[in-house]
């Protein structure tokens, strides 16, 4: 959906409305009467935001008791999620989203056929937790006295510890759906500020406490996992209530804006006063700054605003041995190896991030969906290639391969009339059947432009022109739009398959452009092979996407997925089957973590990932930085 | 040690192979030009992007491969890229092929009718051409066929288009393409043509490794080579080449195709087409010329009976996983990967082990006909000097007796159990007329110039030199159908020589002999470096289970009934002991200055012929220079001999003598083994 409104941004009101729409647009369906959708309907939150900066606004998306508004045992909002109704039919409830409401004809037929799924076969998880199957907290009665007296709210409840004990790894959830709860922190704390933050360090050295940082909990890594080894007493320390925008410096474009913001929250203020970072990783809706810092995330439309290490100039992080920051706020420094990097991607071994300055940017004025069709996935990559060779890469470009592309096309709503239906027919026939693109290879790359519209418009043209060397087909912005949609109920969607005993998840890599294609093809074999070898009794989906273009590569991901109706253990057999795809991609030359950070869950390829002198210098980091290891989710070495 | 060593090796007579069809049958029944005519549509690779055999070249001159090397050379040698462009393409057109459905038919057409004639059947597992099928279809395959006659790689076409499989190209010697028109007959069937020494030349190597695994990574269609690079005179097979196996490994460990299915095919042959040509070669008549006209003479072998083939098509090896745990794949990470490099150590072992392991898995599907049995029986009397030959009886008890032997040891052994013995013996022999006789109920080679004018051979002889050169034409032959069995005894045989010689019975002391001389004949025989240990225990394994030896902590023990066995495996190896000693005796007593690699030969062969008429030798095929060169490699190779630079082109040789006497001594028993063998039980 291209936001046609008109260029003409004299008022930043009208500007910050016209952003939000854009947001809005890939998050929300749109408003019915209004056209120009005001900030406060973009998130389940009623209340009127109040933007004075330096005050903390109500109304954020994430409260204190996150079980008021999301899922204890899945992603996301409470009332978001795949159901089949009585007919049958697949439908995707609540309100937040363009799909909410809608039906979803393709989808029950795409389950079917792709995973030999049943809707006879229901796989239910455990509807409430069970509070005695939790493990009553181990206390520390005087860290617990003492950080009492700071006036530092905490709660002992086992929801809210259950809540922080996990990420969104399958085992993860896969165990949380059969009711089976592991170590868990034994209490949370939610500091309200950095001194807060100062506090509880302070507190927990004393009287040697584990600590472990919980921003959004969208964690794919392992890394919120509870060592069932720590036998201190676990503090999980919410940043969530640390959510604020401290200040916004246009003459700089930076604003200083506290850790625990998530990414929605965090553009919605900013749009208000007409910028925007422009960070958009696919988990914005409930990742946080604090955790982009800790994990080296990268955002979708970092051709334009750059990644998390782009972004930041200026972190603060308390530490066991104090807090650690720079004294300027220069550009750039030559000041020895940036101490930014020791924590950028530390993952809450050293400390907690308090306080981040982040570039920011004026909104684009115009925005503009897109995509191409290609006959295969070689000259589709060729072409991204071009793209980055030229750069000249769109705010966000993403090749899907032909099972991909396939899956995108379940997922379309039901069409609102015979013309669009006709029209959708029409379209297949030319590609299919007029350009001789076989049904079974053809791909689709997904496009998103931003900027004033002169220049997007000139941008475009540049891109499709390559893209026709390429033997790619334009295919209108309708196609762009619904892969990012995708791109936000596709966790939503797991919880679905779950429901029929289908498990999956993804994975990401970045590898240079010579591999990729190489890359893509083996690590998808593999994945089928080891399904195979391991017992798996249906085909699994096997799939990739170019997610990223950079000057010497691409970031791949993987999704994969397998019916495991007659396994005992499925989740070994996917652990053993992820684990080889890893292996798969280390050998063809990918990197063990693009964004998602390494965790516990890809520690054991670390030291042949940075050598064993770089595990050393990190190491002695940390022996430095967190001697009595506080910080001790045991991430990352 | 470890004798409790729990034997992990399936029993070899459990070892599950496929039965044979004989493709044949039906064309005898049906028409050969309906045959020849008839509508071909192989399954083929998932993965291929088809393309004519002009773009395939292009392809192969455009890589990124062949113009890094192209600029490498034009700034080496100042020549201008064009040039070296123009010689690459020159190589390329010299090399290609230029595979036509047309000319394949037309020699399914013609061998049809040749195969009629010569052979009785062509037998086949057609469970392994399903098996090949579905790999085609998975990933790039790689054909990899034992290698015994001329007639192996038309054969091995001619059976994949029967079967309507996808057909092969197959890397040949640029020696055929000097039989004019059949050279080029050759190449539209499917073969392409390498030179058969390129060593230095990088610009061909680039040319001919990228045109490979262009085929290859394409899946344009299976890639067919012989790992033993060249035919194998002698029946055993050869140590295997490396260069096309790199090839063709390549691809997969650089990660550009997801796997490589290696089949190894064996092709046996019940008698060999070449069979005392074969001979004369290896007793220095030199080979002739391939040339067309060459080829016709030959056509009197149509008028013969060369008894059945069998071609084993083996289970897919997928190269992924003969190389997990092994190459650690991402070595290539760091450096481009079109940049060509030196392999590194660990893939050099690696791929060296696996053409071992592709060998063996050669060798182990050959099939082995009576008459092989009988050579060997035949063979060992000749040697301990009954020139009567056998009688009929004694050699079918023999025979039966080592029947069973040898199906215990595993081999893949083709006797007819429901007829009776006797029959079975006297239709093997009646094949092989020409080697073998049998007068007054007594079996002898065909030693003496009697009445039969043997066709191939030279008039009856007039001196004594030439009289042995006619007789161990005769042994050389036989003992090529003696060596087809020999990769089933050849460990246990080992053991055996190593009991006799260490004359002890602890274990760790047979175990040093045994290593020893399996290190001294490594270069005649398949064994796999590095597995001295598992060869010994499957040595002892076999012999346990075949009730000749008992084995303890400490112990080995000869039982009652095992003396026999272990003499017999004792003869088997006892020509090669005697020739290397022969070779050792030679290099002490006559080996002077100047001998020079070239030179090594006819003298060696000489000093032994001396020793023949002498009588102090009796075995007449150690005339062999398969066997010299062999022996001069395993001499070579532990150091005893050097090769000096620099003096002319043929290598001079330096002669450690000490060594070489001790070396030789030790062979003979006479000395301990002396050198502590790094690998313990």
């Given at each position: 959906m291209a936001s046609n409104s008109s260029g003409d941004s004299s008022s930043r009101h009208q500007t910050a409305r016209h952003r939000l729409s854009v947001i809005a647009g890939h998050l929300q369906r749109p408003a019915d009467s209004n056209a120009a959708v005001l900030a406060v309907e973009c998130k389940a939150q009623g209340t009127t935001p109040n933007i004075r900066t330096g005050v903390r606004s109500e109304g954020r998306t994430v409260p204190r008791r996150r079980q008021e508004i999301m899922k204890w045992n899945g992603w996301g909002y409470s009332d978001s999620r795949f159901l089949f109704n009585k007919k049958g039919q697949a439908e995707f409830t609540g309100k937040r989203y363009r799909l909410s409401g809608m039906i979803i004809p393709g989808l029950k037929d795409w389950l079917e056929s792709t995973f030999g799924a049943s809707l006879q076969h229901k796989a239910p998880a455990t509807p409430i937790l069970n509070s005695s199957a939790v493990q009553p907290p181990t206390v520390n009665e005087a860290f617990v006295e003492e950080l009492r007296s700071t006036g530092v709210p905490f709660s002992h409840e086992a929801e809210d510890r259950v809540f922080r004990s996990h990420g969104h790894c399958l085992h993860e959830i896969f165990a949380l759906r059969e009711g089976k709860i592991g170590r868990i922190p034994d209490m949370v704390v939610w500091p309200n500020c950095h001194n807060d933050v100062v506090k509880i360090v302070e507190l927990a050295c004393k009287h040697n406490v584990c600590l472990i940082p919980y921003g959004g909990g969208t964690s794919v890594s392992s890394a919120l996992e509870c060592p069932p080894e720590e036998t201190r007493s676990i503090v999980s320390l919410d940043t969530s209530q640390m959510n604020r925008i401290l200040w916004i410096d246009e003459k700089n474009l930076t604003a200083r804006v506290e850790s625990g913001i998530v990414g929605q929250d965090l553009e919605r203020l900013l749009n208000e006063s007409g910028y925007c970072t422009g960070h958009e990783p696919d988990s914005m809706e409930f990742s946080s700054l604090g955790g982009w810092v800790a994990t080296r995330a990268s955002g979708m439309k970092k051709n334009i605003y750059g990644n998390i290490e782009d972004l930041v100039v200026h972190i603060k992080t308390v530490t066991p041995r104090g807090v650690i920051e720079k004294s300027c706020q220069g550009p750039r420094m030559s000041t020895g190896p940036d101490i930014h990097h020791f924590i950028m991607g530390s993952e809450g071994t050293l400390g907690v991030v308090t306080e981040v300055t982040i570039k920011i940017r004026p909104m684009p004025e115009y925005q503009k969906y897109g995509s191409v069709v290609f006959p295969n996935f070689e000259q589709g990559v060729a072409c991204l290639r071009e793209v980055a060779k030229q750069r000249c890469a769109p705010a966000s470009i993403r090749l899907m391969d032909n099972e991909q592309f396939k899956f995108g096309h379940a997922l379309k709503p039901q069409v609102s009339s015979i013309f669009t239906s006709f029209l959708d027919g029409l379209k297949k026939f030319y590609i299919t059947k007029f350009k001789g693109f076989d049904p079974n290879h053809l791909c689709v790359a997904t496009l998103l432009f931003e900027g004033d519209r002169e220049k997007v418009l000139q941008h475009e043209k540049q891109v499709y022109d390559i893209a026709a060397k390429f033997g790619g087909l334009a295919a209108g912005e309708d196609n762009g739009q619904r892969g990012y949609i995708m791109t936000f109920v596709i966790a939503y969607l797991r919880d679905l398959g779950m429901d029929y005993y289908v498990i999956g998840e993804s994975f990401e890599t970045s590898v240079p452009w010579d591999r990729v294609l190489d890359i893509c093809r083996n690590v998808k074999a593999r994945i089928v092979r080891e399904c195979k070898d391991k017992g798996v009794q249906f085909p699994p989906l096997s799939t990739c996407r170019v997610t990223q273009t950079y000057d010497a590569g691409a970031c791949v991901y993987f999704y994969f997925a397998f019916n495991?109706?007659?396994?005992?253990?499925p989740v070994h057999v996917y652990e053993q089957v992820e684990h080889a795809a890893r292996e798969e991609v280390l050998a063809n030359g990918g990197s063990l973590s693009h964004h998602h950070g390494v965790g516990k869950l890809r520690k054991e390829w670390m030291r042949e990932t940075v050598s064993t002198v770089g595990m050393g210098m990190l190491q002695s980091v940390k022996d430095y930085v967190d001697p009595n290891n506080i910080f001790g989710n045991r991430n990352l070495l | 040690m470890a004798s409790k060593v729990v034997y992990s090796h399936r029993d070899p007579m459990l070892k599950k192979r496929d039965d044979f069809e004989d493709m044949l049958e039906e064309r005898r029944t049906t028409s050969d030009l309906r045959y020849a005519l008839k509508c071909y549509t192989p399954a083929l690779y998932k993965g291929l992007t088809p393309c004519k055999s002009s773009e395939l070249k292009n392809m192969v001159l455009q890589s990124d491969q062949l113009l890094y090397v192209i600029n490498q050379l034009s700034k080496e040698t100042g020549t201008s890229t064009d040039e070296i462009e123009a010689e690459a393409s020159a190589i390329l057109e010299e090399m290609a092929h230029r595979l036509q459905l047309s000319t394949v038919r037309f020699f399914a057409f013609a061998l049809s009718k040749v195969f009629k004639t010569v052979f009785r059947s062509i037998c086949v597992n057609e469970e392994g051409i399903q098996r090949l099928q579905q790999a085609i279809q998975e990933h790039p395959v790689v054909l990899l066929p034992s290698h015994r006659s001329y007639m192996d790689f038309l054969l091995m076409s001619y059976i994949l288009y029967t079967y309507d499989l996808a057909l092969p190209v197959i890397a040949a010697g640029m020696d055929f393409m000097g039989m004019q028109i059949i050279g080029e007959m050759l190449r539209m069937s499917g073969a392409f043509f390498i030179r058969r020494s390129f060593g230095g030349d990088k610009l061909y190597w680039a040319v001919f490794s990228e045109y490979v695994k262009t085929m290859l990574k394409n899946g344009y269609a299976p890639v067919e080579f012989f790992l033993e690079g060249t035919r194998s005179r002698t029946a055993k097979s050869l140590t295997p080449k490396l260069g096309l196996l790199n090839i063709v490994l390549d691809p997969f460990l650089k990660g550009e195709v997801f796997d490589v299915s290696l089949v190894p095919v064996s092709i046996s042959y019940e008698r060999i087409l070449e069979e005392t040509l074969y001979a004369r070669e290896l007793l220095g008549v030199p080979k002739p010329k391939e040339s067309t006209s060459g080829l016709f003479k030959a056509r009197k072998i149509l008028s013969e009976d060369y008894g059945s083939i069998h071609v084993y098509f083996g289970q897919p090896v997928s190269a992924r996983s003969l190389a997990e745990g092994r190459v650690n794949r991402s070595q290539f990470n760091l450096i481009p990967r079109h940049i060509p490099r030196k392999p590194a150590e660990e893939i050099q072992d690696f791929v060296n082990d696996s053409a071992y392991r592709l060998v063996r898995a050669q060798e182990e599907n050959m099939v082995l006909k009576p008459w092989v049995l009988l050579a060997s029986l035949l063979l060992q009397n000749q040697a301990a000097g009954n020139k009567q030959g056998m009688q009929l009886e004694e050699l079918t008890d023999q025979a039966v007796w080592l029947r069973d032997l040898s199906r215990q040891f595993g081999a893949f052994l083709h006797w007819p159990d429901n007829i009776p013995p006797s029959k079975v013996v006297s239709c093997s022999l009646s094949l092989h007329q020409s080697l073998v006789r049998i007068s007054e109920g007594r079996v002898q080679l065909t030693l003496e110039q009697g009445g039969r004018a043997e066709p191939g051979l030279p008039l009856p002889a007039v001196t004594p030199e030439e009289e042995l050169l006619n007789r161990a034409v005769i042994i050389l032959s036989c003992a090529s159908y003696r060596n087809q069995a020999l990769h089933v005894f050849i460990r246990p045989a080992l053991l055996a020589s190593a009991l006799h010689a260490a004359s002890v019975n602890r274990k760790q002391e047979i175990f040093n002999t045994f290593s020893f001389l399996r290190n001294m004949f490594s270069d005649e025989f398949i064994l796999r470096p590095g597995a001295e240990v598992q060869d010994f225990e499957e040595a002892c394994y076999l012999l346990v289970k075949s009730g000749a030896l008992q084995i303890n902590q400490q112990q080995v023990l000869v039982t009652d009934r095992g003396h026999r066995t272990l003499a017999f495996l004792t003869s088997i190896l006892d020509p090669f002991v005697q020739g290397y000693q022969m070779v050792c005796r030679f290099l002490c007593e006559e080996a002077t200055e100047g001998l020079t690699e070239k030179r090594f030969v006819p003298a060696v062969r000489k000093f032994i012929t001396k020793h023949l008429l002498s009588g102090r030798l009796k075995y007449a095929e150690v005339l062999s220079s398969d066997l010299q060169k062999n022996a001069l490699a395993a001499l070579l190779r532990l150091g005893a001999v050097q090769r000096l630079r620099g003096r002319g082109e043929q290598g001079a040789l330096k002669v450690n003598t000490v060594m070489v006497n001790s070396l030789e001594d030790t062979l003979g028993g006479k000395l301990p083994t002396q050198k502590p063998v790094a690998a313990r039980l």
């Amino acid at each position: 959906m291209a936001s046609n409104s008109s260029g003409d941004s004299s008022s930043r009101h009208q500007t910050a409305r016209h952003r939000l729409s854009v947001i809005a647009g890939h998050l929300q369906r749109p408003a019915d009467s209004n056209a120009a959708v005001l900030a406060v309907e973009c998130k389940a939150q009623g209340t009127t935001p109040n933007i004075r900066t330096g005050v903390r606004s109500e109304g954020r998306t994430v409260p204190r008791r996150r079980q008021e508004i999301m899922k204890w045992n899945g992603w996301g909002y409470s009332d978001s999620r795949f159901l089949f109704n009585k007919k049958g039919q697949a439908e995707f409830t609540g309100k937040r989203y363009r799909l909410s409401g809608m039906i979803i004809p393709g989808l029950k037929d795409w389950l079917e056929s792709t995973f030999g799924a049943s809707l006879q076969h229901k796989a239910p998880a455990t509807p409430i937790l069970n509070s005695s199957a939790v493990q009553p907290p181990t206390v520390n009665e005087a860290f617990v006295e003492e950080l009492r007296s700071t006036g530092v709210p905490f709660s002992h409840e086992a929801e809210d510890r259950v809540f922080r004990s996990h990420g969104h790894c399958l085992h993860e959830i896969f165990a949380l759906r059969e009711g089976k709860i592991g170590r868990i922190p034994d209490m949370v704390v939610w500091p309200n500020c950095h001194n807060d933050v100062v506090k509880i360090v302070e507190l927990a050295c004393k009287h040697n406490v584990c600590l472990i940082p919980y921003g959004g909990g969208t964690s794919v890594s392992s890394a919120l996992e509870c060592p069932p080894e720590e036998t201190r007493s676990i503090v999980s320390l919410d940043t969530s209530q640390m959510n604020r925008i401290l200040w916004i410096d246009e003459k700089n474009l930076t604003a200083r804006v506290e850790s625990g913001i998530v990414g929605q929250d965090l553009e919605r203020l900013l749009n208000e006063s007409g910028y925007c970072t422009g960070h958009e990783p696919d988990s914005m809706e409930f990742s946080s700054l604090g955790g982009w810092v800790a994990t080296r995330a990268s955002g979708m439309k970092k051709n334009i605003y750059g990644n998390i290490e782009d972004l930041v100039v200026h972190i603060k992080t308390v530490t066991p041995r104090g807090v650690i920051e720079k004294s300027c706020q220069g550009p750039r420094m030559s000041t020895g190896p940036d101490i930014h990097h020791f924590i950028m991607g530390s993952e809450g071994t050293l400390g907690v991030v308090t306080e981040v300055t982040i570039k920011i940017r004026p909104m684009p004025e115009y925005q503009k969906y897109g995509s191409v069709v290609f006959p295969n996935f070689e000259q589709g990559v060729a072409c991204l290639r071009e793209v980055a060779k030229q750069r000249c890469a769109p705010a966000s470009i993403r090749l899907m391969d032909n099972e991909q592309f396939k899956f995108g096309h379940a997922l379309k709503p039901q069409v609102s009339s015979i013309f669009t239906s006709f029209l959708d027919g029409l379209k297949k026939f030319y590609i299919t059947k007029f350009k001789g693109f076989d049904p079974n290879h053809l791909c689709v790359a997904t496009l998103l432009f931003e900027g004033d519209r002169e220049k997007v418009l000139q941008h475009e043209k540049q891109v499709y022109d390559i893209a026709a060397k390429f033997g790619g087909l334009a295919a209108g912005e309708d196609n762009g739009q619904r892969g990012y949609i995708m791109t936000f109920v596709i966790a939503y969607l797991r919880d679905l398959g779950m429901d029929y005993y289908v498990i999956g998840e993804s994975f990401e890599t970045s590898v240079p452009w010579d591999r990729v294609l190489d890359i893509c093809r083996n690590v998808k074999a593999r994945i089928v092979r080891e399904c195979k070898d391991k017992g798996v009794q249906f085909p699994p989906l096997s799939t990739c996407r170019v997610t990223q273009t950079y000057d010497a590569g691409a970031c791949v991901y993987f999704y994969f997925a397998f019916n495991y109706r007659g396994l005992s253990d499925p989740v070994h057999v996917y652990e053993q089957v992820e684990h080889a795809a890893r292996e798969e991609v280390l050998a063809n030359g990918g990197s063990l973590s693009h964004h998602h950070g390494v965790g516990k869950l890809r520690k054991e390829w670390m030291r042949e990932t940075v050598s064993t002198v770089g595990m050393g210098m990190l190491q002695s980091v940390k022996d430095y930085v967190d001697p009595n290891n506080i910080f001790g989710n045991r991430n990352l070495l | 040690m470890a004798s409790k060593v729990v034997y992990s090796h399936r029993d070899p007579m459990l070892k599950k192979r496929d039965d044979f069809e004989d493709m044949l049958e039906e064309r005898r029944t049906t028409s050969d030009l309906r045959y020849a005519l008839k509508c071909y549509t192989p399954a083929l690779y998932k993965g291929l992007t088809p393309c004519k055999s002009s773009e395939l070249k292009n392809m192969v001159l455009q890589s990124d491969q062949l113009l890094y090397v192209i600029n490498q050379l034009s700034k080496e040698t100042g020549t201008s890229t064009d040039e070296i462009e123009a010689e690459a393409s020159a190589i390329l057109e010299e090399m290609a092929h230029r595979l036509q459905l047309s000319t394949v038919r037309f020699f399914a057409f013609a061998l049809s009718k040749v195969f009629k004639t010569v052979f009785r059947s062509i037998c086949v597992n057609e469970e392994g051409i399903q098996r090949l099928q579905q790999a085609i279809q998975e990933h790039p395959v790689v054909l990899l066929p034992s290698h015994r006659s001329y007639m192996d790689f038309l054969l091995m076409s001619y059976i994949l288009y029967t079967y309507d499989l996808a057909l092969p190209v197959i890397a040949a010697g640029m020696d055929f393409m000097g039989m004019q028109i059949i050279g080029e007959m050759l190449r539209m069937s499917g073969a392409f043509f390498i030179r058969r020494s390129f060593g230095g030349d990088k610009l061909y190597w680039a040319v001919f490794s990228e045109y490979v695994k262009t085929m290859l990574k394409n899946g344009y269609a299976p890639v067919e080579f012989f790992l033993e690079g060249t035919r194998s005179r002698t029946a055993k097979s050869l140590t295997p080449k490396l260069g096309l196996l790199n090839i063709v490994l390549d691809p997969f460990l650089k990660g550009e195709v997801f796997d490589v299915s290696l089949v190894p095919v064996s092709i046996s042959y019940e008698r060999i087409l070449e069979e005392t040509l074969y001979a004369r070669e290896l007793l220095g008549v030199p080979k002739p010329k391939e040339s067309t006209s060459g080829l016709f003479k030959a056509r009197k072998i149509l008028s013969e009976d060369y008894g059945s083939i069998h071609v084993y098509f083996g289970q897919p090896v997928s190269a992924r996983s003969l190389a997990e745990g092994r190459v650690n794949r991402s070595q290539f990470n760091l450096i481009p990967r079109h940049i060509p490099r030196k392999p590194a150590e660990e893939i050099q072992d690696f791929v060296n082990d696996s053409a071992y392991r592709l060998v063996r898995a050669q060798e182990e599907n050959m099939v082995l006909k009576p008459w092989v049995l009988l050579a060997s029986l035949l063979l060992q009397n000749q040697a301990a000097g009954n020139k009567q030959g056998m009688q009929l009886e004694e050699l079918t008890d023999q025979a039966v007796w080592l029947r069973d032997l040898s199906r215990q040891f595993g081999a893949f052994l083709h006797w007819p159990d429901n007829i009776p013995p006797s029959k079975v013996v006297s239709c093997s022999l009646s094949l092989h007329q020409s080697l073998v006789r049998i007068s007054e109920g007594r079996v002898q080679l065909t030693l003496e110039q009697g009445g039969r004018a043997e066709p191939g051979l030279p008039l009856p002889a007039v001196t004594p030199e030439e009289e042995l050169l006619n007789r161990a034409v005769i042994i050389l032959s036989c003992a090529s159908y003696r060596n087809q069995a020999l990769h089933v005894f050849i460990r246990p045989a080992l053991l055996a020589s190593a009991l006799h010689a260490a004359s002890v019975n602890r274990k760790q002391e047979i175990f040093n002999t045994f290593s020893f001389l399996r290190n001294m004949f490594s270069d005649e025989f398949i064994l796999r470096p590095g597995a001295e240990v598992q060869d010994f225990e499957e040595a002892c394994y076999l012999l346990v289970k075949s009730g000749a030896l008992q084995i303890n902590q400490q112990q080995v023990l000869v039982t009652d009934r095992g003396h026999r066995t272990l003499a017999f495996l004792t003869s088997i190896l006892d020509p090669f002991v005697q020739g290397y000693q022969m070779v050792c005796r030679f290099l002490c007593e006559e080996a002077t200055e100047g001998l020079t690699e070239k030179r090594f030969v006819p003298a060696v062969r000489k000093f032994i012929t001396k020793h023949l008429l002498s009588g102090r030798l009796k075995y007449a095929e150690v005339l062999s220079s398969d066997l010299q060169k062999n022996a001069l490699a395993a001499l070579l190779r532990l150091g005893a001999v050097q090769r000096l630079r620099g003096r002319g082109e043929q290598g001079a040789l330096k002669v450690n003598t000490v060594m070489v006497n001790s070396l030789e001594d030790t062979l003979g028993g006479k000395l301990p083994t002396q050198k502590p063998v790094a690998a313990r039980l």
